[in-house]
């Protein structure tokens, strides 16, 4: 078994299937040694867990459900990289995370949110997942999700 399908299993994840693009992209493009993801939403068996603003109180996302949703994004972005490189084993590095959250007004929380994503990474990669990231308050997302991240990871 490889060592990032090792990591996975010991941490309890399976890659999700790539999740279809919903316009006119790929799910990630290969430049040299690099690999863009597409933004990719917290989509579960082709469905959002959940739609709306991140914040607190009635009608809004929580900020901690958002943080599950940021990781869940972020395997799906490992899935769309992994189906134009073969294999995570060949990630030598997470390079960058750009994660987006559609924010109420109020909500500042930002970066905890996108941590759901970033923890992730480390936590499969080690030392090579430690990144560069923006974490960015939106007004809205396409499909109305809560969150979207996208990853760039350097590969050989």
Same mark, same amino acid.
Not at 65 to 74: E, L, Q
Not at 123 to 137: K, L, N, T
């Given at each position: 078994?490889?060592?990032? =399908?090792?990591? *996975?299993?010991?941490?309890?994840?399976? !890659?999700?299937?790539?999740?279809?693009?919903?316009?006119?992209?790929?799910?990630? @493009?290969?430049?040299?040694? *690099?690999?863009?993801?597409?933004?990719? $939403?917290?989509?579960? #068996?082709? =469905? $959002?867990?959940?739609?709306?603003?991140?914040? +607190?109180?009635? /009608?809004?996302?929580?900020?901690?459900?958002?943080?599950?949703?940021?990781?869940?994004? %972020?395997?799906?972005? $490992?899935?769309? %990289?992994?189906?134009?490189? /073969?294999? !995570?084993?060949?990630?030598?590095?997470?390079?960058?995370?750009?994660?987006?959250?559609?924010?109420?007004?109020?909500?500042?929380?930002?970066?905890?949110?996108?941590?759901?994503?970033? =923890?992730?990474?480390?936590?499969?990669?080690?030392? %090579?997942?430690?990144?560069?990231?923006?974490?960015?308050?939106?007004?809205? !997302?396409? !499909?109305? #999700?809560?969150? +979207? @991240? =996208?990853?760039? $990871? %350097?590969?050989?």
């Amino acid at each position: 078994m490889a060592a990032i =399908e090792s990591r *996975l299993a010991e941490l309890g994840i399976e !890659l999700p299937a790539v999740v279809p693009p919903v316009a006119a992209y790929t799910p990630a @493009v290969v430049e040299g040694n *690099l690999v863009y993801t597409s933004g990719q $939403l917290p989509m579960v #068996s082709g =469905e $959002l867990p959940a739609t709306g603003k991140v914040g +607190e109180g009635d /009608g809004l996302v929580p900020a901690a459900d958002a943080k599950d949703y940021a990781r869940t994004c %972020a395997l799906n972005a $490992l899935a769309a %990289a992994q189906s134009v490189i /073969g294999s !995570l084993d060949r990630v030598t590095r997470v390079v960058k995370v750009v994660g987006f959250v559609a924010s109420d007004p109020a909500f500042t929380g930002q970066p905890g949110v996108i941590n759901g994503a970033s =923890e992730v990474l480390g936590d499969i990669f080690g030392e %090579a997942g430690v990144h560069a990231r923006s974490a960015v308050g939106v007004a809205v !997302l396409p !499909l109305d #999700s809560p969150v +979207e @991240v =996208e990853l760039v $990871l %350097a590969f050989e």
